[in-house]
């Protein structure tokens, strides 16, 4: 499958799960799947909501710092990488 990274993780809070994304290039849309990619960080998930200052968004933009839930722990400078 193609892909095409889309940004870092620069932040993990633990107990909501959730991932604090830099988008870097392209977009994320909600009902996309990312991969998640580190020294010791490895899964694929579906976007199911996006959020930016605890506002929900549709999609997001180069230049965005947003919030995704996630089913595991990532670490900070961790890659996402869109699968298209």
């Known amino acids: ?3 095409e990274e889309i940004g870092r993780v ?4 633990a107990k909501p799960m959730v991932a ?3 988008v870097t290039a392209g977009s ?3 009902g996309d799947t990312l991969r ?3 020294h ?3 899964f694929e998930t579906e976007v199911s909501s996006i959020q930016e200052e605890h506002q929900s968004l549709e999609e997001a933009h180069p ?3 947003i919030g995704l839930k996630v089913p595991d722990r990532v670490r900070e400078g961790d890659r ?3 699968l298209t």
């Open 28 to 30: 994320i849309r909600v």
């Open 10 to 13: 620069i932040k993990f809070f």
């Open 63 to 65: 230049g965005q710092k």
């Open 1 to 3: 499958m193609p892909e």
């Open 20 to 22: 604090a994304i830099e």
């Open 40 to 42: 010791t960080t490895e």
């Open 36 to 38: 998640f990619v580190g």
């Open 80 to 82: 996402v990488v869109k």
